[in-house]
């Protein structure tokens, strides 16, 4: 098939038995690749009950029909499982040079089945496919493992890994790749880690079918000359995603000491800028970046490095833990990465402990004699390091914000800010209704990148609650993942203004198949229908509740800000329900109903 | 002799402007200001660029200043 590798590779990791199957052209046709595959493969495959960390439980890991061409940002590849952390769909989209290298391979999907007795990493190198021993990386840190295996195969290996949290069993751990690159959100790790696989190593040289070579070309030429002479590209290149930090502490979506307010008075000294002056040592991209929003960073006060932060982390990291140095949340992001934790959960849970410290629910004796309080970056370094280990207090918050809530009781639960078990990222949603919806109806749980509706809030008055709204949310759910379905990424759209049709001609020469956005948009609304079965089949008792939105954004505003004393009523909040299970073709429960699901074309699959 | 500068808003905050490319603002006064005068939202302003050093709203214009103003577009 055209723009595919070809072939699906699964591989059991009891009995070692590795197979190659054709990827299926009719999957290619209704799910197109990448996201798409995952949600298919998982729905089909991984039956209804798994236990996320037992033997049934699959990692799928995809790239789409862009991957690995040179078409700008098509260095994507999706992770997707039976979340540990959630019970429900988790897909995590990780750039860096993998895709191309598993592409280049004659690969599509890898499916990793079943649990090893002993610690492995999957080796490929074109036809070259094997499990080997990995009993010298394990209970390593990812950037060692990562270097040593560079330092083993060459710099051309690609290679993922997780850290010793995964291995601990933490549930939000996650894959890390090229040094600060993660399929972070989840716990994609901690499935790997359950499995006991260490690594992923790819090296791939076979070239990829196209089918009209000069439509290619040009067509990808197009995308990048839009990209070089894109108006935005100097100051998103200078400053990456960090260039929001400064806008979201104006406009009160900063998320600051968990969640309370969405304006921090230390936050002018996480801005980009100042960022980019204090720590930033060079830019870094991904396969076939030409805008690259990576900023790798030196911590002179710690002498550390690392590849980020980039806003989300200094959010979570930064003023929702009361920290104002860059370089202190530099650090933590380090420790996170380097043992294998994804930043945003991390943050979520450390700040509701720290508020529950506060708040006089938790004491000394809880929290291995540590006085918890927000800007306190020791604490916050040795909560990271106790949560990796599960040592101790750190073993509590391990499991999460929901569950650790669950556990502790006595009201906590209205301070953790999450959605069907995800920590909410780093936007505050007090008065922001369609960036509150879309948390609340992520497929993930509290992920922003489905439909990052804030700006769309500003337009039309933050407060309202109309039927626009809720048409944007979910025209950005429908639209925006399917950058993560195509293996390409989303960000050249997002923040350079490229007109999305020039895609369209790029994905026609690729795969000879033409669709335009009106199509692709069909096939994220299945998907997107699918993963919702999936979390319906695998929770009993699924349904509205799943999708209310952590209780302070509507019954704890903010005292401090342009946000105070704002929130969205709990009434409103239902009424936003209410329109978009209407819009979506679901019932007032929030389940599609037979008719929506015939014509998704997922009757069948889903009987 | 007034004293004046160049905005060039980028992306969607060009409509504001009636799509051109660039108007000429009041030196002397803020940023935040000259967005307020021009009926630019400075709330859909995510960055603002002068003369190609990254600056706040609150930077005070100087007499021809290139002032470059970034939408929020999509988000992360």
Redesign the interface.
């Known amino acids: 098939m055209n723009g595919y590798g070809g072939s699906v590779l699964r591989v059991n990791l009891a009995s070692g038995k590795i197979s190659k199957e054709p990827t299926p052209p009719r999957v290619a046709r209704d799910f197109i690749g990448g996201r798409g595959f995952g949600a298919y493969f998982l729905f089909k495959e991984v039956p209804k009950g798994a236990d996320p960390l037992g033997p049934q439980n699959k990692v799928i890991i995809s790239s789409g029909p862009l991957s690995g061409l040179l078409i700008p940002g098509a260095g994507k590849m999706d992770w997707t499982t039976k979340s540990p952390l959630t019970g429900g769909y988790a897909s995590s989209s990780l750039g860096g040079h993998m895709t191309a290298e598993l592409k280049s391979a004659g690969l599509d999907t890898i499916i990793l089945e079943d649990i090893s007795l002993k610690p492995v990493y999957l080796f490929i190198d074109d036809d070259k496919i094997e499990l080997r021993d990995a009993a010298e990386y394990w209970g390593r840190n990812t950037f060692d493992v990562e270097k040593s295996m560079k330092e083993k195969f060459g710099e051309e290996y690609q290679i993922a890994v997780i850290g010793p949290a995964a291995e601990n069993g933490v549930l939000f751990a996650h894959v890390n790749h090229d040094f600060g690159r993660q399929a972070g959100r989840g716990g994609l790790g901690t499935v790997l880690g359950a499995k006991k696989v260490k690594a992923i190593v790819l090296h791939g040289t076979k070239p990829i079918p196209v089918a009209d070579m000069q439509g290619y070309r040009k067509a990808g030429m197009a995308l990048f000359k839009a990209c070089k002479e894109a ?2 590209l ?2 998103w290149q ?2 990456g ?1 960090t ?2 930090t ?2 979201c502490d ?2 009160g979506a900063l998320p600051t000491r968990n969640f309370s307010a969405g304006s921090f008075e230390g936050g002018k000294t996480l ?3 100042v960022m ?1 002056e204090q720590i930033v040592i060079t830019d870094k991209g991904c396969f076939g970046c030409p805008c690259p929003c990576g900023k790798y960073s030196h911590m002179k006060r710690f002498n550390t490095r690392v590849e980020g932060p ?3 982390t200094i959010g979570m990291l930064g003023s929702n833990l009361g920290l104002s140095d860059i370089q202190d949340v530099a650090e933590a992001n380090r420790l996170c990465d380097d043992l294998g934790i994804d930043t945003i959960s991390t943050g979520g849970v450390i700040s509701w402990a720290i508020e529950c410290y506060q708040r006089g629910l938790l004491t000394r004796d809880d929290t291995d004699g540590l006085e918890l309080k927000f800007g306190d970056p020791e604490v916050t370094f040795k909560l990271i390091d106790k949560i990796a280990k599960r040592e101790g207090f750190g073993n509590f918050l391990s499991q999460g914000t929901k569950r650790a809530s669950r556990q502790l009781g006595k009201g906590s639960e209205k301070y953790a800010v999450q959605v069907k078990g995800m920590e909410q990222s780093a936007y505050a949603t007090h008065s922001a209704t369609s960036m509150l919806l879309a948390y609340m109806t992520c497929d993930v749980g509290a992920h ?2 489905r439909a ?1 509706a ?2 769309y809030d ?2 039309v008055g933050r407060d309202k609650v109309v039927p626009e709204k809720v048409e944007k949310v979910i025209w950005f759910q429908n639209f ?1 993942p399917m950058f993560d379905v195509l293996g390409s990424c ?2 050249q ?3 350079l ?1 490229i007109d999305r049709d020039l895609y369209c001609p790029a994905l026609e020469a690729i795969t000879g198949i033409k669709r335009t956005w009106q199509d692709l948009e069909l096939v994220g609304a299945r998907i997107w229908n699918l993963t919702r079965m999936f979390w319906i089949r695998e929770n009993e008792g699924f349904g509205r509740n799943w999708d209310l939105p952590a209780p302070r954004f509507y019954s704890d505003p903010p005292t401090t800000g342009v946000t105070a004393g704002k929130i969205t009523s709990i009434e409103d909040v239902n009424k936003l329900l209410d329109m978009y299970y209407e819009r979506r073709g679901w019932s007032k429960e929030g389940i599609p109903t037979e008719t929506t699901l015939k014509e998704m074309g997922l009757a069948e699959l889903v009987a | 002799m007034s004293m004046t500068a160049i905005l060039r808003p ?3 905050l060009k409509k504001y402007i009636e799509d051109k490319e660039e108007i000429e603002v009041q030196s002397g006064i803020t940023v935040l200001d000259a967005l307020i005068s021009k009926k630019i ?1 400075p ?5 603002v ?1 002068v003369n ?1 050093n ?1 600056k ?2 609150d930077y005070l214009i100087q007499d021809q200043d290139i002032v ?1 103003v ?1 939408a ?5």
């Open positions: 108006e935005g100097k100051p200078s400053y995603t260039i929001v400064s806008w104006e406009v801005y980009g800028p980019r980039e806003y989300e922003h990148n990052w804030i700006t500003l337009q925006r989303r960000l759209w997002v923040e203004s | 980028i992306g969607m939202p709330e859909l302003v995510a960055g660029i190609g990254y706040y709203k470059q970034i929020v577009i999509g988000g992360g």
